[in-house]
């Protein structure tokens, strides 16, 4: 069939360019595949009004390309051609750091599972004195515990049935919460854990909410969430708006640890480029655009244009359009480009063990007023007995 040899074509501005810079987009690229392969010329002429664009598309243009903001059914006015690219609406934030090596020694059990442990030990230690009818001090005993727990032997005497028992049930239960220590213990060991960073945008709706992150979108993109329908996008897009956290030009380079991009999935993953082990792209998003090319209604061969836009897609050759237009094009910032973590076996630092250190500090503190209350007390009760002594003579 017969094609024409000029069309006319309306975009909206900059849609077939990327803006002041007169930088070719995709679309233009894409665009001059299928002229070349239709052999036809075309004039362009950019509208931005969405109503007289497409009261245009009806009477005086052939085509329409570009990222239109059409909202509702159209399919009575113009045709559409099989969707050449899917945008995503993503976001990319960066992966949380690894637990500090400390936590090893505090991750097998949640802080509940701590003070229940330390409840059961200081109770086992009072009903201990009771049972055995222990004559020593109840800080022994307890000390005797927890050294069992920490597979010690238990200095204890067992010359009774009620002694057997009351130790026997105390060492089976002492062995169960070693071994799921031990075993989660190794298990952190070998897939050291991180901390949680939001994976789709509900999670990082709650994050921006509880002030844990800061999420920065281009200001036109954020009208979405606001007048979605999902309260928790809706939540983002009031406190992105109300703090103003807009990337004006893409002109910001670093993203930090507490800080999310929302944009498009062509942007995030070519032209901001992190290794797998420091970037993280969501799992859901925000809303997918669909491009497409529009014909009027009348356009007499629709069929053809159909099949060159099927055979671009087939071909591959949006994809590398799209990449070339993002790698070439600065938006006021070079590309970024982070170098991998170093993964190599390191030794534990003083960094690390500073923790430890805390703590071995703190009890020969505590020993130390003890020993020395042990020192002062007898000396000031004695002085006190002679005090009274000499009162009463």
Known sequence: MYFPDKLRLVTVPNGLSIGSSGRTSPDFHALDYISKRLKFN????????????????????????????????????VHFTVPYYSIKEIFLCEKASEDPKFNAFLYPFSTDVWIVCLCFTLIATVVSKYVTSSKQQ???VFLNLVGSLLKQPLEVEVNTLRKTIWWATWLVWAGIISFLYNAIFLNFLTIPTSAHSPKNFQELSEAVQNKNF????????????????????RLLGEIIAKNEWYLENN????????????????VLKNVFIYPPKV??????FLYDQQLTIYVRKSFCCFEQLNKAVLDMIEGGFYQK??????????????????????????????ED????????????????????????????????ILSNKSVFK
């Open 251 to 266: 002109s910001q380079a670093n993203i930090s640890k507490t800080e999310c991009w929302i944009g498009s999935d062509l």
């Open 279 to 284: 970037k993280h792209f969501s799992d859901d």
């Open 42 to 77: 075309y004039d362009v002429t950019e509208e931005s009004n969405e109503g007289r664009l497409l009261s245009g598309l009806q009477k005086e243009f052939d085509i329409g390309m570009g990222k239109f903001k059409m909202q509702g059914s159209y399919s009575d006015y």
């Open 214 to 233: 800061k999420c920065v979108i281009v200001k036109h993109k954020n009208d979405y969430m606001l007048e979605s329908k999902l309260e928790y996008l």
């Open 321 to 350: 359009f799209y990449s070339e237009a993002l790698r070439n094009y600065v938006w006021k910032v070079e590309l970024i480009t982070l170098g991998f973590p170093d993964d190599s076996t390191k030794a534990l630092s003083m």
């Open 138 to 140: 109840s800080v022994n």
């Open 353 to 384: 063990m500073k923790y430890p250190f805390y703590l071995l500090l703190f009890c020969y503190t505590l020993c130390i007023i003890v020993f020395l209350f042990e020192i002062l007390l007898p000396k000031a009760i004695v002085l006190k």
